[in-house]
């Protein structure tokens, strides 16, 4: 799960190649702007005035981009397990894209070559063949994280728009980050919430983008090392409570590794969920339909 703000200007190369696997370097120069991001946020927190309003704010841009990950980038366009219209489709992706975890193709791209290799040396981002750091963080920063692997999403390269927010990924990410800013320098702003454009761009942006790279890096990292296996699986994916409560139910990792193709990845009513929850909303208003569920047979083996 890599993201927009590891490069400068070039986009993202695009290529119908698969990856070669090779002993990879981390490039320490795409490095400058995540730690930026992280400086940025820690010094917003202990240098500017903290109102209440600043708390909400942040715990609301994290669940809407939280929930766009988690049921666009992961469980749409990553293995199909519900439909939707081409607009709902595209909202969704631009919102998960403002995350800074780059474009949907890509996100798409590289989740399915995990889903292929994974826990073998062919996995980037495997905590058992590499370090916890390397599968939480350095990945990403190595020449094999850049490119769009085409050939992995021939069903999602019909969409120019889709092609588009995946090239300029960076358009999502700057229109919350100056769309923060504005909105706090305006009156209504200033007169309801007693905030200013400096607070609203640390709490609406970089505070909650910082919290949501290491939400979804845990699912690479902690949940293929600590947890349960309720499945007997060809990797060492896990259900972690911890991680599925702050992903928003992608910490039954051995569940959805077990059955990717579930739109529920907490197979029982006790393990939380949300992301599930609200796409079973949102298919009452038929924003989304054709949820696929989680079949008998599985239900049965996790009984066994």
Not at 17 to 45: G, K, T
Not at 94 to 109: H, I, K, Y
Not at 115 to 127: G, I, L, Q, V, W
Not at 256 to 280: A, C, I, N, Y
């Amino acid at each position: 799960m890599s993201f927009s703000l590891l490069k400068w200007v070039a986009p993202p190369p695009e290529t119908m190649e698969s990856p070669v696997p090779r002993e990879e370097s981390v490039e320490w120069f795409r490095c400058a702007p995540f730690i930026l991001i992280h400086v940025a946020a820690i010094c917003a927190v202990f240098l500017l005035p903290f109102t209440w309003p600043c708390l909400v704010l942040a715990i609301l841009s994290y669940s809407i981009r939280m929930f766009t990950i988690t049921a666009f980038y992961h469980r749409y366009f990553s293995h199909r397990s519900f439909k939707t219209s081409r607009l709902v489709q595209f909202l969704g992706g631009f919102v998960a894209c403002s995350s800074g975890q780059r474009g949907p193709l890509w996100w798409a791209a590289h989740h399915r070559m995990h889903h292929r290799h994974s826990d073998t040396e062919k996995d980037m981002h495997s905590p058992q063949c590499k370090s916890f750091l390397w599968s939480h963080v350095y990945w990403f920063m190595t020449d094999y994280a850049l490119p769009t692997y085409l050939k992995e999403i021939p069903d999602w390269l019909k969409f120019p728009e889709l092609r588009f927010i995946n090239k300029l990924d960076w358009i999502p990410v700057i229109s919350l980050a100056g769309g923060c800013y504005l909105l706090g320098e305006t009156q209504w702003a200033a007169t309801h919430f007693e905030a200013t454009g400096w607070q609203w761009l640390s709490w609406g942006f970089l505070v909650p983008t910082v919290a949501l790279y290491h939400g979804t890096f845990s699912v690479n990292s902690i949940a293929h090392l600590f947890g349960k296996r309720r499945f007997d699986t060809n990797d060492e994916s896990r259900n972690n409570a911890w991680v599925a409560l702050i992903t928003f139910g992608e910490g039954w990792h051995n569940n959805h590794h077990f059955f990717p193709g579930s739109v529920r990845q907490g197979f029982r009513k006790r393990e939380f969920d949300p992301t599930f929850w609200m796409l079973w909303l949102m298919s009452k208003i038929r924003l989304v339909w054709a949820l696929k569920p989680v079949p008998e047979w599985v239900h049965a083996k996790a009984r066994d």
